[in-house]
């Protein structure tokens, strides 16, 4: 088992060493979080030692190479880092579906690259949004074709992650409390009609409270949650990983480097950390 640090140490000691090569690592959370600044982080510190490229879908927009930078020169790294960047935006679920299932490979095999890691930030914009366009009557069946897609690509990804021997970074979302009463809304309608239907796999996953249903839950190989709390430090959340006992807690704060540990310990998952979150 091979691990990636991400340059901060309390996460690195919370995730057993990092992020775990050849594995699906998702990482969900609320806007401003810091889910991209983790990754960024990650990018530059791999940087340091290991020569290779690094392969991001942006599908929020959300990529902006003046954090990167501010960020490499925090940490005495080259700009150049971002001639080893090959970012591809998209702008819909179909051009997404088609970088990681063709475009990547092909781009690695006419170029000759060696890839150090796959990101996808977010992996579930362009579902969502398809979604939001869907009429209510036809949610169900079109939930269940988006995430078959989504499915699909987390099994690409996975190959990849396992032949390249690198870590696939996936960016998710937490589901909001309108999101889930809406949910629910449309469950009781269908249990009404007597529709024998899968709903977890339909809407989404079944344990976490990440969108992009159960398949995205059961392939990644860990979990990371991110919160911010009301002073604006973060709290972040292991709760999966195949060799690490979970839930456990640490706390961050931002800096211009990224991430570093607000006091340095992990912390059980118990009552009053599940009041904290609660209230955030």
């Not at 074709?145 to 021997?165: C, H, T, V």
């Not at 899968?198 to 976490?208: I, P, Q, S, T, V």
């Amino acid at each position: 088992m091979r691990y990636i640090s991400t340059g901060c140490k309390i996460l690195d000691k919370l995730m057993g060493g990092g992020f775990l090569a050849s594995a699906i690592n998702l990482i969900y959370g609320d806007p401003g979080s810091g889910k991209t600044t983790i990754i960024l982080q990650t990018i530059l510190n791999l940087s340091k030692n290991c020569e290779g490229e690094f392969f991001y879908l942006d599908t929020e927009q959300g990529f902006h190479e003046s954090r990167l930078l501010q960020m490499a020169k925090a940490l005495n790294i080259d700009q150049s880092i971002l001639d080893r960047m090959y970012i591809t935006r998209v702008d819909s679920l179909s051009e997404q579906h088609k970088t990681i299932i063709h475009k990547w490979e092909e781009t690695i095999k006419n170029e000759g690259l060696q890839p150090l890691a796959f990101i996808v930030d977010s992996f579930v914009n362009q579902y969502h949004k398809q979604l939001l366009a869907t009429k209510t009557s036809f949610l169900a069946s079109e939930a269940r074709e988006l995430q078959g897609k989504l499915a699909y690509q987390a099994g690409k990804l996975m190959s990849l992650a396992i032949k390249y021997d690198v870590p696939v970074i996936l960016v998710s979302w937490t589901k909001s409390a309108a999101y889930k009463t809406f949910l629910d809304r449309e469950r009781n309608k269908m249990l009404k009609k007597q529709e024998l239907l899968d709903l977890e796999l339909g809407f989404d996953a079944k344990r976490f409270e990440v969108i992009g249903g159960s398949h995205l839950e059961y392939i990644s190989k860990t979990i990371l949650r991110l919160l911010i709390l009301k002073d604006y430090k973060r709290l972040a959340i292991l709760e999966k990983h195949i060799a690490m006992p979970t839930p456990k807690v640490v706390k961050l704060k931002m800096t211009e480097e990224g991430f570093v540990g607000d006091d340095e310990k992990i912390y059980e998952l118990n009552d009053y950390w599940r009041k904290i979150i609660q209230e955030t």
